[in-house]
Each structure stands twice: as C-alpha cells, then as structure tokens.
C-alpha cells in the first residue's frame, strides 16, 4: 500500500474537484490517503469521509491586497508544516502530493525527502509567477524573481510532475528543465459520480425567463467584475428584464462584488449565493440556461483550463467564454466564443444564445457530449494512477474502467 499526503492551500478541500477526484482515483487504487487543507466554516477540524483522512487549519480573514496574502501564505505554510509532521508520527506517508499555487510546498517536502526517501509530485495547476503578473502588474520586478525561483524549485524538487494541459507541460519542460518522461497531462475533468440527477432550484428558476449562471472563485484574475458588468448592459442598457443572473462561490472579491452589485442597480437581478455544499451547487446550476466563463485574456488565463468550464459542460448549459487559448482546446465548438474581449461583446454572445433557443440546445448536447466522449474523469483518471504505479512499482491495483460510467440527465433548458 502506499501512503499519500495531499497538501492544499488554496481551499477546503470540499470545494476543490480536482484533488478531490485525484484523491479518490487513488483511494481506488489502494492507495491510503490523507489531506491538509485550510478550514470552511463549519467544517471539522478532522473527519474522515469516504475512506479519506482530512486534517484542517484556520486562516485569518483575507482581502484582495498583497499584504494578505503574504500573511495567508505565511499562516499555511507554518500550519502544514505542522500537520505534516504530525501526519508523518501518527499514520506516515510514503509520498507528498502539492497542490498549487502557491510554489512554497516543496519547502516542506524538502526534508522528508531527504531524510527519509519521500517522493515528492508536484500538482502544476496554476502557473504562479504569471498570476501575480496578471493580478499585481508586472512593476515588482523583485517579486516576479521571487516567484520564478520558487516555481524552479517546486520543479527540481519534484520526482514527477502532473500538468493541467499541454500548455503547463511546456512549462514545466522549458522552465523547470524536466525531462519529458517526468511530466505528465492529467487534465480536468468532471467525474460522472459528482453529477447525479437533481432537481433544479425554483428560486434561481424565478430570476428570469432565461437565467445567466457563474460558478467558481471571485477573484480579480477571474473576472468577476465583468460578469457583473455583463449583467449591468443586458439589464439596462438593453432592457432584458427577462434574464436573470446567479453566481455560486466565493473569494477575495466577494464582499467587494456585493457593494458593486448595489451601486449599479443589480441587487434584483444578480443572486449571490456564496460557497454551497456541492448538492446545491448542482441545484442551482441546473436552473440556469447559459453560463459564462468571463475570465479574461492574459498570460494566466490563455493558458489555463478553468474547472468552471468542465462542471459547466457536464451539466448540459451553454456556455459564453472569451476565445483562450486553452479554453478552445477543452470546449472546441461547444463553446459560443466572444469575438472581441471586450464586455460588449460578452454580453452579445450570452444575448444572441438567449434569443435562439436552437442555437442553445445545440450548444447544451454539444457541452455534454464532449465531456462524455473526451474530456470527463474517466479519461484521465489512469494517466494519474501510472504517475505512481512508475514511482512506486507494483504497490497500486490498475483503476477500474470507468469508461461506462453513465452521465444522467439530458441537457436542454432548464425551463
């Protein structure tokens, strides 16, 4: 058997699907695993749910500066390294699995592996020194240093390293100087068993005749401040009452976002539901017509596969995106892409599917279908379960075929 630490620092793990699937995928395949991540409310500080040991930390209350998160990053790192070593006397772990961002894990990795053998793989889901770029300006010259070097030593550190896409594989080959065969592609993608059948909320359902959804974090690389914008132009400037919006998540910006919401009239027409519990996530998406991934162009986002994207496709809603770079190559012509990236032209992609119901359900077959046949778990799942079978021979069962595994519901609109 072997014995895994997952580490988190950017969410509960609640909320995050991807190491939630990995997680899983390895439970599967006999691994024991145990994760450390920060503490939502009302969680526990420790349970163990489906065969999966979690241990919790607090972090302080947190804005959007940098300052905070200088201090959030610092709080994390002292804490898990604290359960890490508690983790290490009381069940032991034969490898250390990072989640970035940010880049600082290999820090407390490093003396496990060299004490002790530990295998260390490193979890490239965001490319840091670009998020930083995009969101505090390219001005702090020592700070992109910084950030470099931290991203070269998760790399060197890593015995293997698992890359969202393509784009993040060529990073860690051309920066992080890997050799091929120590990176590999396992991309997002939803997992059939997290998308049962469920019932729409008649609450969202009452928005609107047609109703625009968001999922994912509120912070400012996201794009957030568009959707609202989005929202503001269909409203008022082109009199749609009769579409609604909802965001489902939370982040650095939402305190912000709910102001904003006020000062431009929307308090009526945008619902802000928060961080929900998974069932009601689903709840609430299937109540939506279109949702849209308003992620701007930028060094980060071109290059990134967004799970909002995924989670969309899997249950069967068109979807608006900016034409990315990587957003093209998990959503192909699935996706009605803006021609410009301006909100303009975002709000006219999500009204020109409004108003062509055929065009719409065209999209919603074509969203889940896609995830059916290329993009969902059971697609990748294996690549990530060889990933360990190389590090640790012959200590993993194979991973069942989940290629059967059935996606229920049938896409149209939710009206």
């Given at each position: 058997m072997i014995r895994i630490l997952f580490l988190i620092e950017d969410g509960s793990?609640?909320?995050?699907?991807?190491?939630?699937?990995?997680?899983?995928t390895l439970r599967d395949a006999g691994a024991e695993v145990t994760v450390i991540c920060p503490r939502s409310p009302g969680e526990p500080w420790h349970d163990v749910s489906e065969g999966i040991r979690v241990y919790r930390y607090p972090l302080p209350p947190l804005t959007a500066g940098f300052a905070s998160h200088v201090l959030e990053y610092l709080v994390s790192f002292c804490a898990q390294t604290l359960l890490t070593a508690w983790v290490a006397w009381r069940h032991g772990f034969d490898a250390i699995h990072a989640a970035n961002p940010p880049d600082l894990m290999w820090l407390i990795a490093l003396p496990y592996r060299i004490l002790r053998g530990t295998r260390f793989v490193f979890d490239h889901h965001d490319l840091v020194p670009e998020l930083f770029e995009d969101r505090f300006g390219t001005s702090r010259v020592r700070l992109a240093a910084i950030m470099r070097f931290l991203e070269r030593r998760s790399f060197a550190l890593a015995h293997h390293?698992?890359?969202?896409?393509?784009?993040?594989?060529?990073?860690?080959?051309?920066?992080?100087?890997?050799?091929p065969e120590d990176v590999t592609v396992v991309r997002n993608g939803p997992d059939a068993r997290d998308f049962p059948a469920a019932a729409a909320d008649q609450r969202i359902r009452a928005l609107g005749r047609i109703v625009v959804g968001y999922l994912g974090n509120m912070n400012p690389q996201d794009g957030v401040d568009r959707f609202f914008a989005v929202a503001r132009l269909i409203r008022h400037k082109h009199g749609r009452t009769d579409i609604g919006f909802v965001m489902v998540g939370g982040g650095d910006c939402f305190a912000d976002l709910k102001r904003l919401r006020g000062e431009l009239g929307l308090t009526d027409a945008v619902a802000m539901t928060g961080r929900l519990a998974w069932p009601e996530v689903l709840a609430t998406l299937r109540a939506t017509d279109i949702c849209v991934q308003p992620d701007p162009p930028g060094r980060l986002n071109d290059?990134?596969?967004?799970?909002?994207?995924m989670d969309y496709m899997a249950l069967g809603r068109a979807v608006v995106a900016y034409d990315l770079a990587e957003t093209r190559v998990s959503g192909g012509d699935a996706v009605c892409y803006a021609p410009d990236s301006s909100i303009e032209a975002l709000a006219a992609a999500v009204l020109s599917i409004a108003d062509d119901p055929t065009r719409m359900a065209e999209l919603q077959r074509a969203g889940l279908e896609r995830v059916r046949n290329v993009l969902g778990w059971s697609h990748q799942s294996h690549r990530l379960v060889e990933v360990y079978a190389k590090l640790f021979p012959g200590r993993l069962s194979p991973v069942a075929d989940a290629s059967a595994a059935e996606w229920v519901g049938a896409p149209g609109s939710a009206s």
């Amino acid at each position: 058997m072997i014995r895994i630490l997952f580490l988190i620092e950017d969410g509960s793990f609640l909320f995050d699907n991807r190491v939630r699937r990995e997680a899983r995928t390895l439970r599967d395949a006999g691994a024991e695993v145990t994760v450390i991540c920060p503490r939502s409310p009302g969680e526990p500080w420790h349970d163990v749910s489906e065969g999966i040991r979690v241990y919790r930390y607090p972090l302080p209350p947190l804005t959007a500066g940098f300052a905070s998160h200088v201090l959030e990053y610092l709080v994390s790192f002292c804490a898990q390294t604290l359960l890490t070593a508690w983790v290490a006397w009381r069940h032991g772990f034969d490898a250390i699995h990072a989640a970035n961002p940010p880049d600082l894990m290999w820090l407390i990795a490093l003396p496990y592996r060299i004490l002790r053998g530990t295998r260390f793989v490193f979890d490239h889901h965001d490319l840091v020194p670009e998020l930083f770029e995009d969101r505090f300006g390219t001005s702090r010259v020592r700070l992109a240093a910084i950030m470099r070097f931290l991203e070269r030593r998760s790399f060197a550190l890593a015995h293997h390293v698992v890359s969202t896409n393509e784009h993040y594989r060529g990073v860690a080959l051309a920066r992080g100087g890997k050799r091929p065969e120590d990176v590999t592609v396992v991309r997002n993608g939803p997992d059939a068993r997290d998308f049962p059948a469920a019932a729409a909320d008649q609450r969202i359902r009452a928005l609107g005749r047609i109703v625009v959804g968001y999922l994912g974090n509120m912070n400012p690389q996201d794009g957030v401040d568009r959707f609202f914008a989005v929202a503001r132009l269909i409203r008022h400037k082109h009199g749609r009452t009769d579409i609604g919006f909802v965001m489902v998540g939370g982040g650095d910006c939402f305190a912000d976002l709910k102001r904003l919401r006020g000062e431009l009239g929307l308090t009526d027409a945008v619902a802000m539901t928060g961080r929900l519990a998974w069932p009601e996530v689903l709840a609430t998406l299937r109540a939506t017509d279109i949702c849209v991934q308003p992620d701007p162009p930028g060094r980060l986002n071109d290059r990134s596969t967004m799970n909002k994207l995924m989670d969309y496709m899997a249950l069967g809603r068109a979807v608006v995106a900016y034409d990315l770079a990587e957003t093209r190559v998990s959503g192909g012509d699935a996706v009605c892409y803006a021609p410009d990236s301006s909100i303009e032209a975002l709000a006219a992609a999500v009204l020109s599917i409004a108003d062509d119901p055929t065009r719409m359900a065209e999209l919603q077959r074509a969203g889940l279908e896609r995830v059916r046949n290329v993009l969902g778990w059971s697609h990748q799942s294996h690549r990530l379960v060889e990933v360990y079978a190389k590090l640790f021979p012959g200590r993993l069962s194979p991973v069942a075929d989940a290629s059967a595994a059935e996606w229920v519901g049938a896409p149209g609109s939710a009206s």
